[in-house]
């Protein structure tokens, strides 16, 4: 059995895709998918899949959702497996739960090697915990939920999801400076800092990682363009914090050069 919403949705069993076409009811099995185990409630559907336009009988609507992924459910599992699908999807008094033994959604795989690799880093072991955030990153496949067409609700665990991933990756090329592996996560800095134009805690690595690398000019342009954002964008000046990095940038500060300790001198 396999579940994945870190990309196109995947939810196989015996080697079957459950995944249906029509997009509502991919919606509902997405959504139970990203829920693995836990309950969600009818209210919670609804919402998903109608935002507020909810149709006359909203619950028997999604009980027909939930009777046709039973339905796959049965078909994937065989005659001779023995198991009723209604427990594997399961009705409670006010909502569902998908249930599949012995399977781990890919979310929670990753975020139990993010949270891994975060106290590894906390605890100063950077190499273990860049070979664990290495192994959450390889984790996802695309943007979560790559082929849902997504409510409010899953839109939040997208963004969920997606934030928490930004995190691991700014611990990710933490871990990798402090063992002096600069070059290997300067491409990917600069990519991160494309799509978060206003992080500064990304834009300050890749502001030690650019001096690091012996291109103090580009760490000081980084800067430039990380303010001229956050004003025009936010009318607000970078914290004390980005401004002290940029006056050791150009005062040629020895502490910017400690793999340990740069960035925390700051």
């Known amino acids: 059995m396999e579940i994945g919403v870190l990309g196109p949705l995947v939810v196989t069993v015996h080697g ?10 991919r919606q ?56 009723d699908p209604k427990e594997l999807l399961s009705r409670t008094h006010t909502g569902y739960v998908l249930s599949l033994p012995g399977a781990e959604a890919d979310a929670s795989t990753f975020e139990r090697l993010a949270m891994g690799g975060c106290r590894a880093l906390a605890q100063q072991e950077a190499a273990e915990a860049a070979a664990l955030l ?38 990710r090329v933490t871990a990798y400076m402090m063992l002096g592996r600069h ?50 964008e936010l009318g607000i000046e970078p914290s004390h914090r980005l401004q002290r990095l940029h006056h050791a940038v150009l005062r040629d500060d020895p502490a910017l050069d400690s793999a340990a300790t740069g960035l925390a001198a700051f």
């Open 134 to 171: 290495d192994r959450a990153e390889d984790v996802w496949r695309g943007p979560a939920l790559a082929d849902v067409r997504t409510g409010p609700v899953l839109r939040t665990e997208a963004r969920r999801l997606d934030e928490v991933r930004r995190a691991a990756m700014e611990h």
């Open 28 to 83: 509902v099995l997405a959504l139970l998918a990203a829920n693995l185990g836990r309950h969600v409630s009818l209210d919670a559907i609804v919402r998903e899949l109608w935002d507020g336009t909810t149709p006359g009988s909203p619950t028997g609507v999604v009980q027909t959702y939930v009777k046709q992924l039973r339905h796959s459910l049965a078909v994937a599992l065989g005659p001779a497996d023995g198991t």
């Open 16 to 25: 079957r895709s459950l995944v249906p076409s029509a997009a509502k009811s």
């Open 183 to 232: 070059s290997e996560v300067l491409g990917e800095l600069s990519a991160m800092t494309a799509r978060y134009p206003l992080q500064e805690g990304l834009h300050a690595l890749l502001i030690v990682c650019l001096y690091r690398c012996g291109r103090s000019g580009e760490a000081l342009e980084a800067f430039r363009r990380l303010r001229a954002a956050m004003v025009g």
